[in-house]
């Protein structure tokens, strides 16, 4: 499918999801609601995350994905340099933009 849009990828870089201020902020009260009670599967997992709120009234949302997602998948390198990547200067291997190929028949 192609597309006229541009699309930017911001990472926060491996184990640092202390980063991200919604996280950091509902995992506290995610821990407390669930404390004491067994995760025995992803369907009780879901129901303690959805039925957490802060003392201000935030709500989470949540819901399990069923889609299937393989990993490790390889591109090559012929195909990585075919991509019109911008990187950003802030960290350039975890933010860039995928400008759309222009058609050019």
Not at 1 to 20: D, E, F, I, Q, R
Not at 77 to 94: G, S, T, V
């Amino acid at each position: 499918m192609l597309t006229a849009l541009a699309v930017t990828v911001c990472h926060y870089p491996t184990g640092a999801s202390k980063w991200n201020p919604i996280e950091h902020r509902l995992f506290r009260e995610i821990s407390k609601h669930w404390a004491g009670q067994p995760l025995v599967d992803y369907p009780t997992i879901v129901r303690l995350i959805a039925e957490t709120t802060t003392k201000t009234g935030l709500r989470i949302n949540c819901g399990l994905s069923p889609d299937f997602y393989p990993t490790q998948i390889k591109v090559s390198d012929a195909l990585m340099a075919e991509l019109d990547l911008l990187k950003h200067p802030i960290l350039p291997h975890w933010n860039y933009t995928l400008l759309p190929r222009i058609n050019r028949n």
